[in-house]
């Protein structure tokens, strides 16, 4: 018999709300961390992007949250204003009956509302690290009283150049405190973090479990490298894509490709989004995408790291990332909640040797959409202009039957 979250002990108030929002038996994630949660233990969780850790989170800290005190009990510090605001509303939902509520300070807001806001009491406060310390140095803001500390996504933040403000803020928790870390890899600074300011944490690593989700489908495409737009344009007009988004490596190669698919598709709504929009801007563009105005979404890492984009059908990888742990962040955006999804990279010559280390993690033989990379030692390398390519037949993609 399959576990349940009844068989946490969990309030009646918390189970009710996990019911109407569809939540039905717990991920790995949350089976493990949930008990280790409610006991107090500090805790690092290493899980693979889209696999509920912020669930497996918010639920245990929902059920300790005791709403007759009007202080802040939990501290969420995440990387960036996006993440901030989708982790406050799902602490909101799944504390709703409760009475819990929840909270998001970030940049791009006015501080002075947000701090009215405070003033009428918040039980668990979502911060990016910037905002935060702004209003711990003013200070605006009474963390004397918190009894979790959460650093989610933690590699990211770290990869950002937050060490010394995640230093900085673990520092001010003078007070006995629960600290507890969710990443999706352990870089050897994570390490040192919780060796500095966690009491003998408990690991948990389900990276090692699971290569990739049976949901999702990992393909790919061998193109040249000066028709990587083409390639791309047209794939989302061939295969039946509800909702994509589109992985660059620069801000310039966001605004160009996005630029080329308005260009090349007929696709309803395309945009873009990288952080360096104005906070609002990118407010507007990622509410249109969860509204399903926006039909593909060309994007960078940062912005999209976190998010959970429910109607995400497909993700297009149109630069390889150099590690497997970036492939998987992105990967990850789709084939959420047990959706099928799928991933498609695009391949060119250069990327052939970054591919090798994400076919191993994957644990998978490469499935190429058209013909796969020539052997080298099949025929001499030669250069292939761009003529010579346009005389050799269309690429056919097959499109799925309804």
Known sequence: MSQTFAHFGLDETILRALQEMGYQSPSPIQQQAIPLILQGADLVALSQTGSGKTAACAIPVCHRVQTSRPTIQALVVVPTRELSLQYAKEVQKIGRCKGVKAFAICGGESASLQLSKLKHGVHVLVATPGRLIDFIYSRSIDLSRVEVLVLDEADEMLGMGFYEDL???????????????????????????????????????????????????????????????????????????????????????????????????????????????????????TKKFRAGKIQVLVATDVVARGLDFSALSHVFIYQLPKDPESYVHRSGRTGRYDKSGTVISLVTDQELNLLKPILRHLQQEPIWLGAPPPVAHDKPKQKTTSFAYRQKKPRVYTKKKT
């Open 167 to 285: 230093e900085f803020i673990m520092g001010c928790l003078v007070h006995p405190h629960q600290t507890l870390l969710f990443s999706a890899t352990m870089p050897e600074v994570i390490s040192r973090l919780a060796k500095t300011h966690m009491r003998q944490p408990q690991e948990l690593n389900l990276t090692k479990e699971s290569r990739s989700p049976e949901n999702i489908t990992h393909q790919f495409l061998y193109c040249p490298h000066h028709l990587r737009d083409h390639e791309l344009a047209q794939l989302l007009q061939t295969l039946e894509v509800q909702q994509a988004i589109v992985f660059c490596h620069s801000r310039f190669q966001v605004e160009k490709v996005c630029q080329a698919l308005k260009k090349e598709t007929h696709i309803r709504g395309v945009d873009f989004l990288h952080a360096g929009l104005q906070q609002n801007v990118r407010s507007f563009i």
